[in-house]
């Protein structure tokens, strides 16, 4: 039923085919980029090549091939995105959980951090706290410096946990009280059981919708990030979607319109993207929404 | 309504710590003045109050600060008031012209498209609010900085929006129309999160509202359909919106910090990304609590105007 409604939102469909494609185009790294990522397309001059047969998306700035580093970055952003949504997922669901099943104080302080860091200018949070982590020694021996991609994962996921903790906890308070629930108490299940076994799997729906936005929020957090140059840093070259929108700043002046162009569209076509089918999944799954028509 | 100042409090300790493990001051301090000697030091720290003990300092600088009595940048050594002012001044402009034409537009077309749920104009307002929450502010900035700065110019021969600085460099004096003409890109940059935000908000609220059985009543009574709309569609479907409104208080600042860098527009983001970049402890703490102030007074004007709008509710 539910996947019949999903697969009756057309965009989202197409969102899937899209995502799919650039998701073989990733894995096929070796077939589909036709550089490497720090190969340079010809000698000299090779600079700022406008997009033609030799390289399909023009070069940039020490004449790499624009088109291969943009698969390589999409992959990185992909990478990035994934693992953060799904670490903030995890923990989402089981602070949400916890919040929503036992109530008290626990909930209240959760929701109000939740609530402060929500309200909060996401970006100054962000640059703040990767700071002051980033100076703590024992962590960044485990999560490595400021400049690593696993440094960059679990920055995000310190956020990207509330939106999370938030759903999860809103579905659980009002199933708690559904008969069910009570059935299964009266049966003398244990509360560990019953959130395992009957609150979560009936949140599935939920938690599916937020995990598709958590990756799309872990990506352009990131992008954003490295716009500002606080990103995950191009050690040998290595590159992500948002160290292709940051080269972007400084070439537009200039007219470059195809270093800007093109890993400005992949970003937004990739959020685009998952959007639609995080859309289509609160549909798909929210038995009381009634589209309107 | 008696958390706030608490909240603040702890908040900005919070934020004081994090600063102080994040940009460790004297380090910034040594950073930008190698030669310092050990007397300029111990100045210093004594007038930033950096002591090791972190409660003792935050409360000697919360002293300093309730006092008015703010230490000079690391950077140039300059006054913090008067910069903080200005860029105050200039964001407070950008955002609430940013916001206000948002809203208004975001508003209608919510409306628009609530009025005809699932007709073709319907689809493609939500397509394109879809694609407004998807485009990051700054890949919007900088697509229209290609486009005004580099190829209006070249295909139409003017510039129509110059996409730098309040004013062009030598000016002197205030003219309105110069000042909006600059203005407008970075207003747009904002405005586009706020309109696709916002149509969302209203479509689904007023569709609630206009589904709801006293609309029925409403329409069984014989009023005009006009009537019915705004007396009590619009204003029962605002309810909930503006009580996001005050919350999303955050997502327009960063919007702001955005635009604001990537247009140079001299305000509190061009202000806090230098200030972070230096690690110029004197300019973040002030910005931080002003941040700070104002998320806390949005969530407080969203508590009060909620039980405002809807006498169902009450504070306690």
Known sequence: MAMRRFLSHKAAVGSCVLLGIMVLAVILSPITTRYGVNEQVRKPPNTFLPP????????DEIGRDMYSRLIYGIRVSLVIGLFTALISTVVGCVVGAVAGFRGGRFDDIVMRVTDLFLAFPFLVALLVIRNTIG??????A??????????????????????????????ILSL???????????????????????????????????????????????????????????????????????AAKGAVQSGYWWIAVFPCFALVLISLAINFIGDALRDATDPRLDRGE | MSWAIPTLILVTFLVYIALRLGTDPLQSYLRTNPRATRVKIAQYKAVNGLSSNYVLGYFHWLKNFVT????????????VWPELKDSLVNTIRLGSLATFVGVVIGLLVGMFAALKPGSRRDVAVNT??????????????????????????????HTLFPTSGVYPPGHTGFDLLLMLKHMALPTIVVAIQVVAVYSRYMRSSLLDVLNSDYMRTARSKGISERQILFKHGVRNALIPVVTIAALDIGSIIGGLIISENIFSYPGMGVYF?????????????????????????FNLVADVSYAF???RIRLD
């Open chain 1, 176 to 246: 708690k009280e559904r008969e069910f629930i009570e059935a299964a108490r009266a049966v003398g299940a244990t509360r560990r059981y019953i959130v395992r076994a009957h609150l979560l799997p009936n949140s599935i729906g939920p938690i599916m919708v937020s995990l598709s936005f958590a990756v799309v929020g872990a990506i352009t957090a990131e992008s954003t990030l490295a716009f500002f140059g606080y990103g995950p840093q191009a050690g040998d070259g290595a590159t992500s979607l948002g160290i292709l929108v940051g």
């Open chain 2, 128 to 157: 394109v609010a879809f694609l407004g929450i998807s485009i990051p502010p700054y890949i919007s900035a900088v697509l229209f900085q290609l486009l005004f700065a580099v190829y209006w110019s070249r295909w139409f021969g």
């Open chain 2, 68 to 79: 008015f009595n703010w230490p000079r940048s690391i950077k140039g050594s300059r006054e």
């Open chain 1, 142 to 171: 485990i999560i490595g410096d400021k400049s690593s991609a696993r440094f960059v994962v679990f920055l995000l996921s310190i956020f990207g946990w509330m939106g999370v903790a938030r759903i999860v906890r809103g579905q």
């Open chain 1, 135 to 140: 100076n703590i020694g024992w962590l960044t």
């Open chain 2, 273 to 297: 990304l230098s200030a972070f970049a230096t690690g110029d402890f004197p300019l973040l703490m002030p910005w931080m609590v002003l941040v700070v102030a104002s998320t806390l007074l």
């Open chain 2, 309 to 311: 709008l809807d006498p």
């Open chain 1, 52 to 59: 033609s047969k030799l390289a399909w998306f023009g070069t």
